[in-house]
């Protein structure tokens, strides 16, 4: 199973990007899907998260700004962000526990994609 983020890259103030991250692989089912960030020097946090059933959990810092999304025909996660912060620039990574088989569960992280907000 593999995990590739993309969309990232460098934004102004203000301003919006779209993240993506497609699962592929011996997948059975894809449930939870997230996104991390990590900016230099600080600790990975979680963003946002959604599950199949469409239960969404924002961290405080994003509410408002960032809407996480799936498209489980595609196996896919997004997240829309607008209003970007100069606090913002981070790697972000998605994550998903994907069940590889009926019984068999396991948590795949993507290799991340850089934001960059310039001000």
């Keep these: 199973v593999q995990l590739v983020e993309s969309g990232g890259g460098?934004?102004?103030?203000?301003?919006?990007?779209?993240?993506?991250?497609v699962a592929s692989g011996n997948i059975y089912k894809v449930n939870t899907m997230?996104?991390?960030?990590?900016?230099?020097?600080?600790?990975?946090?979680?963003?946002?998260?959604?599950?199949?059933?469409?239960?969404?959990?924002?961290?405080?810092?994003?509410k408002g700004r960032f809407t996480i999304s799936r498209?489980?025909?595609?196996?896919?996660?997004?997240?829309?962000m607008n209003s970007l912060k100069p606090e913002d620039p981070a790697?972000?990574?998605?994550?998903?526990?994907?069940?590889?088989s009926p019984n068999y569960e396991y948590a795949y992280w993507g290799q991340g994609t850089q934001v960059?907000?310039?001000?």
């Design 10 to 21: 460098l934004v102004q103030a203000g301003g919006s990007l779209t993240l993506s991250c």
């Design 34 to 62: 997230r996104w991390y960030r990590q900016a230099p020097g600080k600790q990975r946090e979680v963003v946002a998260g959604l599950t199949t059933g469409g239960t969404v959990h924002y961290t405080d810092f994003v």
């Design 71 to 80: 498209d489980d025909a595609k196996n896919t996660v997004y997240l829309q």
């Design 91 to 100: 790697v972000y990574y998605c994550t998903a526990d994907i069940h590889v």
């Design 116 to 119: 960059t907000v310039s001000s």
